[in-house]
């Protein structure tokens, strides 16, 4: 029994937190950390975001006898996966196959999670104590910049919102709005939480099954746990790959093009100020801006994807370059690519050019 440090990364939460629960079992002191690497490109929403959820999880730490150091530099290599891998909703173990035998796409790959009849792995409660810190330790307060946000950061504030999406029951009709490009209720908005670990996916899927028997499954819940194992396979997928971001340019000038919202069409640009003025964008809009960069403008899918990587407050390094890919037709797509006519879904999405309007096009 002795001191540890443990890298907390894409584990921002008390909740379902086994590198909590291995480090109270094994050691008497604990210095939880997290190293946020001044390198990496930010923008002002993923950084006040995530300052945010690391203030939040001090105060969580600090309320049972720990602390969190936040250090300003790059994490060591050898935890370079828990600063870019949040957790899945099933692990390894509770897989119908190895992963390295999974299924290269996604329709066989949900077939055989289903037949075997696996939902998620149960997750784990924290320990109602937490080891002190390593003498003469101090851990100064995390700053929050005062930027405008879409939602609070931390996990107290995405417990809260999971809480009252599932509670005003808008699980039933997330099939229907989950495409809508307006509106704040459209689709769940986990992502924000999930892709730091502020929320655990597998507390998520447990509350659902929860929510089913106490309501019924219907399309809508179905559906959430479906597009939640589609983060799981893309993880799964960069896993196998061993991608690392690799050849992402983050310096390339086309970025000017992206950060003034200038590419010529009135509801790709309208998705770029979107995406700028907020750090988000849901789906349906990242799946036209992406196309429309790859398929109309024959850009590699890497600089879309570098500039999404800093832009997004929910970026996740997997979730991201697997839906690039997927949208370019490498990797998870056995139809070649998806290409979406711009012009023909402004008519199916955005017929009245309300969303153009409101983000400032048109
Ligand atoms: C080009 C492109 C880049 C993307 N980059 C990211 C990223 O960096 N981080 C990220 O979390 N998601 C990414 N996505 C996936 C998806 O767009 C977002 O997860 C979703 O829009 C987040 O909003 P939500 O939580 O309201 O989603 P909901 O529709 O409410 O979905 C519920 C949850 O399911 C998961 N999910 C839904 N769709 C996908 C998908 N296509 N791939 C993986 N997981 C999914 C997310 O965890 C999401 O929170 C990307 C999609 C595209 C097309």
Redesign the pocket.
Same mark, same amino acid.
């Given at each position: 029994m002795h001191d540890v440090t443990v890298h907390l990364g894409r584990y921002l939460r008390l909740d379902d937190n086994p590198l909590l629960v291995a480090a109270t079992e094994t050691h008497d002191r604990l210095l939880p950390v997290f190293a946020l690497d001044p390198a990496v490109r930010r923008g002002v929403h993923q950084e006040a975001f995530l300052l945010a959820s690391l203030a939040d999880l001090q105060q969580a730490l600090r309320a049972r006898g720990s602390d969190l150091l936040l250090l300003r530099e790059a994490p060591p290599a050898d935890m370079r996966d828990r600063y870019e891998c949040p957790m899945r909703m099933i692990a390894d173990a509770d897989l119908p196959f190895s992963p390295s035998a999974m299924p290269r796409t996604y329709t066989p790959f949900r077939q055989r999670v289903e037949a075997a009849g696996t939902r998620f792995t149960a997750p784990v409660p924290c320990p109602e104590r937490l080891p002190p810190l390593p003498e003469g330790t101090a851990c100064p307060t995390i700053d929050v910049p005062a930027v405008p946000l879409i939602a609070p950061g931390g996990a107290s504030a995405g417990l809260a919102h999971w809480r009252q999406y599932r509670d005003r029951r808008l699980p039933d009709t997330?099939k229907q709005t989950?495409n809508d490009l307006l509106g704040w209720d /459209?689709?769940?908005?986990?992502?924000?939480w999930? /892709?730091w670990g502020c929320l655990s996916?597998r507390r998520i899927a447990l509350d659902l099954a929860e929510y089913e028997q106490a309501y019924g499954a219907n399309e809508g819940t179905y559906w959430?746990w479906f597009?939640?194992l589609?983060?799981d396979?893309?993880a799964l997928r960069a896993d196998q790959r061993g991608e690392d971001g690799g050849g992402i340019d983050a310096d390339d000038p086309r970025w000017q093009d992206l950060a003034a919202a200038r590419l010529g069409h009135p509801l790709v640009d309208a998705g770029l100020r979107e995406l700028n003025a907020t750090g988000?964008?849901?789906?349906r809009m990242?799946?036209i801006?992406?196309s429309s960069l790859i398929h109309e403008r024959g850009w590699p899918w890497a600089i879309?994807?570098a500039y999404? /990587?800093a832009q997004?407050i929910?970026?996740?390094? /997997?979730?991201?370059i697997?839906?690039?890919r997927?949208?370019a037709g490498q990797g998870a797509d056995p139809r070649g690519g998806r290409h979406f006519n711009v012009e023909k879904q402004r008519e199916m999405y955005d017929p009245a050019n309300a969303y153009a309007r409101h983000w400032g096009g048109d």
């Open positions: 997330y989950r /459209a689709s769940s908005k986990l992502s924000l999930l /892709a996916p959430l597009e939640l589609w983060r396979f893309f988000f964008l849901g789906n990242r799946q801006v992406a879309g994807a999404f /990587a997004l929910d970026h996740d390094p /997997a979730s991201n697997g839906n690039w997927y949208i």
